[in-house]
């Protein structure tokens, strides 16, 4: 059959002639329908992603720079209520409250990631009748203190401005009861090392109360959202932007008991205090923290093993990140100076804000004890 013969339907025409194929010899002369179709066709694909391109330009802009949230009456009031020195050219927040009059007792507590000094709110009053001074402060990167970028964070530097409060208020040569939680209780063993091996400007520690750390790495289960942000390098400057509100609070709803939630409020006020100086920006580099127990698990572990100092465990036993019973078995095991006080099977791993009073409680038993 010769080509002139050859019939083309219109669907073969169609199936046969593409956008993206030149065009054969014989039509170079005269442009047929489709093409200019096709061409309008792209320019239209491309001109409706270049809008949404565009529009979602200025979307994200606003998205990574939404501004902090406003400190709410709770929060202001606790701010006010404090001070700040200087570590290093960076504010410190601190706040200190004296308690029983005539008494020398002094406390001092250290708090958790990512929060900061305000998780001892539901048990400050308390505390004040029992201790002369009570004193807690924000860590450097957390709450109300200075959080600067590009900065190496690290528990011996929290350890250190730990000690220059101590000296700031003039308690040097003071013997200080320590009471700590989860990020706080390395510090606190740093500080415990310090003391025993009477390095120069150490704290002397009277007591140490410890309470749902992951001071054992093989114990220590960290939730995804802080695996992914310690170990992403070069992508998480990105990871900490794309942190909300709703992500964090997921995160943290996690680790508290089902009966034992924070209010609405309180997540807000535990963001609001992780925004403040835009901290969400240093969270990888603070959750460097996981692989520095890691890498120093000796001469922390060493240090609670070997202590003389008086030492007490408060555990919330439904902690997944430290999980009953797999964590207070190891750590009876390791450290059989230390007395154990274990809350409700409903407390999960912030005891002292989902059972203030247990915890209360079974902190003023230790102090008491000696």
């Not at 964590?327 to 059972?355: A, C, N």
Request: hydrophobic letters at 35%; proline letters at 6%.
């Amino acid at each position: 059959m010769s080509l002139n013969n050859t019939h083309f339907s219109p669907s073969a025409k169609t199936t046969d002639t593409h956008c993206d194929k030149p065009q054969e010899s014989r039509m170079s002369h005269d442009s047929p329908p489709n093409e200019s179709e096709c061409g309008s066709g792209r320019r239209a694909s491309r001109e409706w992603w270049l809008h949404v391109g565009l529009l979602c330009i200025p979307l994200l802009a606003v998205y990574l720079h939404i501004p902090p949230p406003q400190l709410s009456p709770a929060l202001n009031t606790w701010r006010s209520s404090g001070h700040f020195f200087t570590f290093r050219g960076n504010n410190i927040f601190y706040k200190e409250s004296v308690g029983v009059v005539g008494s020398s007792d002094v406390l001092l507590m250290l708090h958790g990631f990512p929060t900061s000094s305000y998780d001892w709110y539901k048990i400050w009053d308390s505390l004040t009748q029992r201790f002369n001074r009570v004193i807690a402060l924000d860590f450097l990167g957390f709450g109300f203190s200075d959080k600067p970028r590009p900065h190496r964070y690290s528990i011996f530097e929290q350890a250190s401005v730990v000690e220059a409060l101590v000296a700031h208020l003039g308690l040097s040569e003071q013997r200080i009861n320590i009471l700590s939680h989860d990020y706080g209780d390395t510090v606190a063993l740093e500080l415990l090392y310090r003391s025993d091996h009477n390095r120069s400007g150490h704290i002397t520690i009277n007591s140490l109360c410890l309470s749902n750390g992951g001071i054992f790495p093989e114990t220590h289960y960290p939730r995804f959202v802080q695996k992914a942000l310690k170990d992403s390098g070069f992508i998480s400057p990105v990871l900490t932007r794309l942190i909300n509100y709703q992500l964090f609070s997921r995160g943290i709803r996690d680790v508290f008991g089902p009966y034992t939630q924070p209010t609405e409020a309180e997540f807000w006020d535990m963001w609001t205090g992780v925004r403040f100086n835009d901290g969400n920006l240093v969270m990888d580099s603070i959750l460097q923290y996981i692989n520095q127990r890691l890498k120093h698990r000796e001469r922390w572990v060493g240090a609670l093993t070997s202590t003389s100092t008086p030492l007490h465990m408060i555990y919330g036993p439904l902690d997944p990140v430290n999980p009953h019973p797999e964590f207070i078995q190891l750590y009876q095991k390791l450290v059989q100076r230390s007395t154990v006080s274990v809350l409700d099977e409903h407390v999960s791993h912030y005891p002292q804000l989902e059972d203030p009073t247990g915890f209360f409680n079974a902190y003023l038993s230790f102090i008491n004890s000696f």
